[in-house]
T-cell receptor, first 111, second 114 residues
Framework: GNSVTQMEGPVTLSEEAFLTINCTYTATGYPSLFWYVQYPGEGLQLLLK?????DKGSNKGFEATYRKETTSFHLEKGSVQVSDSAVYFCALKNNFNKFYFGSGTKLNVKP | NAGVTQTPKFQVLKTGQSMTLQCAQDMNHEYMSWYRQDPGMGLRLIHYSVGAGITDQGEVPNGYNVSRSTTEDFPLRLLSAAPSQTSVYFC?????????????FGEGSRLTVL
């Protein structure tokens, strides 16, 4: 089957700290992988994506690499800002266009 | 650019009442879906549609009905609301195809069932 597991939060960091949010997946076939971000009171927005193994998605200083050998898609940022405080969702899309989401990781960044 | 529009944003119902959450997209997306978001459980797929006239069940379909008479609209109906349906509901759409991306989300509808 298809599923996504991501680290539980909340994650609390000081501004300019390094961020890693772990995400692993189980999938049949060759899924595409995504990170979505949800700011308070808003819907989800695409942060970055990768469509095949070894692809690196990047946006706004965030990066994630599609690792087929470890079935992982960890999200990283070298220096977080207060404005990065949000809930982050890892997701996969299978060959039938169905999306599967992780449970979300809340990030709090303190000044 | 309207994108995905959901209405209403907030709704309070009494147990047993019915209502419809509206969803419309103006991007000519074939694929539309409804999710519910509950604390600690992420997003769970309720129903989805791959085109007008075609719908299918997701992970948690019980208590919800959908129809897709046009490409643009994908309403979600609660026929007899229950407190367990208290949640935040998101409509999302995307183009079909293996290499196409992302889901585009509406801003959400917060439903409380008393």
């Amino acid at each position: 089957g298809n599923s996504v597991t991501q680290m539980e939060g909340p994650v609390t960091l000081s501004e300019e700290a390094f961020l890693t949010i772990n995400c692993t997946y189980t999938a049949t076939g060759y899924p595409s992988l995504f990170w979505y971000v949800q700011y308070p009171g808003e819907g989800l927005q695409l942060l970055l994506k990768a469509t095949k193994a070894d692809d690196k998605g990047s946006n706004k200083g965030f990066e994630a690499t599609y690792r087929k050998e470890t079935t992982s898609f960890h999200l990283e940022k070298g220096s977080v800002q207060v404005s990065d405080s949000a809930v982050y969702f890892c997701a996969l899309k299978n060959n039938f266009n169905k999306f599967y989401f992780g449970s979300g990781t809340k990030l709090n960044v303190k000044p | 650019n309207a994108g995905v529009t959901q209405t209403p944003k907030f709704q309070v119902l009494k147990t047993g009442q019915s209502m419809t959450l509206q969803c419309a997209q103006d991007m000519n997306h074939e694929y539309m879906s409804w999710y519910r978001q509950d604390p600690g459980m992420g997003l769970r797929l309720i129903h989805y549609s791959v085109g007008a006239g075609i719908t299918d069940q997701g992970e948690v379909p019980n208590g919800y009905n959908v129809s897709r008479s046009t490409t643009e609209d994908f309403p979600l109906r609660l026929l007899s609301a229950a407190p367990s349906q208290t949640s935040v509901y998101f409509c999302a759409s995307s183009r079909r195809g293996v290499d196409t991306g992302e889901l585009f989300f509406g801003e959400g509808s917060r439903l409380t069932v008393l």
